[in-house]
């Protein structure tokens, strides 16, 4: 009998709940992005959280964009986070969005102006951070802060009418200057600002901050547990003080340990700063952290949520070994991936005592890992071949149990061969191999009585297809590029893409289908990539067979 999984803080607190019938028992989360950009791994583990929470105990969960900067949001973005929530297997009850309360937010402001408890401020950014004092000394207030109700109420007013430029005053809440905790030092709730927003259009040019729209958002949705990560711990008096003031909904913030995941950075700007500088093919570029990327490269969503579930949920924030995600993705992909022989590094090789014009078939299994079998299918055996260049030694190494001249080695499910020579170019570089068959050596019926060490993949020069492989490795050669010396960009992997242009594979491939994962015998996990055409097709490498990474 399997030992029941322990439950982590979050489900405890939910449990607790649900048994005390808070909110009447019912469990209701949000996942709530920033259409400012494209979701990463971080991200993955967040929805993972809410919407597996809310599957657990019967509940729902709201997808909501806190689309409240127009400057830095866009539509594209806003698809491809519903793009990629789906993908990853989760659906939301509802598709919600800061914007859709824009008047009901305003309204509370109002609100929380006729308590006294928020005023309009004409002071500067600069002067509003001095006067917020520091973390050792308290803030001082200003002539503005002391504004009467009817007048603040009338400037917020006009501020929402567009009678004033940009920076020229915001809306701040009035609580604590000498608060330790500086967020409570009169935040900021509104700054003016005049950009076209992708939802409302021109129709406002004054914007909440996040604090304010957040915890108010909850609210008006009822959300029963709001869950976010550790930097916003700070952040959780003036979320309770807002909703207490307002008297609304009590949503309560939870929070939990982000992803730190080694050799790659998971900050939206420094991953836009990748995009824009060049140094990677857009945000799905297969080597970033992105949901868009991991699936362009081949990651599948079981094994996200694999890699998801096996790191937990923990209050302390620890740094990830990058290592687990490619395990997680071995194991589903061994269990799920066809096997297809692909030459990446090809050299001819002539089976000189094979019949000239003679095409025999030969049958191979799907994936052998699949109890009770997948199917099969056939590939052509022809007179030349493609093999590795690699599985050739004119001279073996001791223990090397490829081919050599002289030695005996079988080709995957067809016969055995023996090396008898090469051919050389002009510089000494071998260009051709000669060899023999023992024809009944054939796999499967082999009568021969000949026992060989090596097996080694191949592909048929007649009826192979030619494919570009890319073959993606980690982007930065360092473990924690953000926390070393300098930009981090000067730690980006100069290896960490290398293109081969002509390989050799299976004619089989020539039907594959983007995004459906392949084992390459051999050489690893490999899925067509979005940019293959009927005459060129291109494949990315997912993963390794094994982990072959060494710490630099």
């Known amino acids: 009998m399997s030992e029941e999984k322990s439950l982590n803080f979050i489900e405890e607190i939910v449990e607790g709940d649900i048994a005390e019938g808070k909110h009447g028992g019912r469990v209701l989360t949000r996942f709530p992005p920033e259409p400012n950009g494209y979701l990463h791994i971080g991200h993955a583990k967040s929805i993972c959280l809410n919407f597996g929470l809310a599957q657990r105990y019967g509940g729902k969960t709201n997808l909501r964009f806190d689309d409240t900067n127009p400057v830095k949001e866009d539509v594209e973005y806003v698809d491809s986070i519903k793009e990629d929530v789906k993908w990853l297997g989760f659906d939301w009850a509802e598709e919600l969005y800061a914007s859709d309360y824009f008047d009901k937010l305003y309204d509370l402001a109002v609100e929380l102006i006729k308590q006294g408890l928020a005023y309009v401020d004409d002071s500067s950014a600069e002067e509003i951070a001095v006067q917020k004092g520091t973390p050792t000394e308290p803030g001082v207030g200003n002539e503005y802060r002391n504004r009467s109700v009817e007048e603040n109420l009338q400037l917020f007013a006009d501020m929402k009418a567009g009678k004033y430029p940009d920076g020229a005053k915001v809306l701040r809440a009035k609580l604590d200057l000498a608060s330790p905790n500086m967020h409570l030092r009169d935040p900021l709730m509104y700054r003016i600002k005049h950009a ?103 990651y599948t969503p079981a094994s996200i949520r694999e890699f998801c579930e096996r790191i937990g949920v923990a209050k302390r924030e620890n740094m990830i070994d990058v290592g687990l995600l490619e395990f997680c993705i071995r194991e589903d992909l061994n269990k799920t991936a066809w096997r297809r022989m692909a030459v990446l590094d090809p050299v001819k090789l002539v089976i000189t005592n094979y019949e000239e014009g003679k095409t025999d078939a030969f049958q191979g299994e799907n994936n052998p890992e699949v109890e009770g079998g997948d199917g099969s299918r056939e590939f052509p055996f022809g007179r030349e071949i493609w093999i590795e260049r690699e599985d050739f030694m004119e001279v073996p190494a001791k223990k090397y149990f490829r081919l050599s001249i002289g030695g005996m080695v079988r080709l995957k499910n067809a016969y055995i061969i023996k090396g008898e020579s090469v051919v050389k170019d002009a510089d000494g570089n071998i260009t051709e191999i000669h060899c023999t068959y023992i024809p009944e050596s054939k796999s499967g019926n082999d009568t021969s009585g000949i026992n060989v060490k090596g097996t080694i993949h191949w592909v048929s020069v007649e009826h192979g297809k030619t494919a570009e492989v890319r073959l993606y490795d980690r982007l930065f050669q360092v473990e924690d590029p953000s926390n070393e010396d300098g930009d981090f960009k000067d730690y980006i992997n100069p290896n960490s893409l290398q293109v081969l242009t002509t390989a050799y594979i299976e004619p089989d491939l020539a039907n594959a289908k983007i ?36 710490k630099k």
């Open 196 to 298: 076209h927003h992708h939802r409302t259009g021109d129709a406002w040019c004054i914007y909440p901050m996040y604090d304010f729209a957040h915890g108010q958002s909850d609210a008006i949705e009822e959300i029963t547990h709001s869950i976010c990560t550790v930097e916003f711990i700070p952040h959780r008096p003036l979320y309770e003080w807002f909703i207490e003031k307002l008297n609304l909904f009590p949503s309560k913030q939870y929070e939990f340990a982000r992803l730190n995941l080694n050799y790659t950075v998971m900050s939206k700007r420094k991953l836009l700063q990748l995009v824009t500088d060049g140094h990677v093919d857009g945000w799905d570029d297969p080597r970033m952290p992105t949901i868009s990327g991991l699936r362009r490269r081949g």
């Open 515 to 550: 995004g459906t994962p392949v084992q390459f015998m051999r050489k690893g996990y490999f899925t067509l990539d979005k940019n293959s055409t009927a005459d060129k097709l291109v494949f990315n490498r997912t993963v390794t067979l094994k982990d072959g990474w060494v």
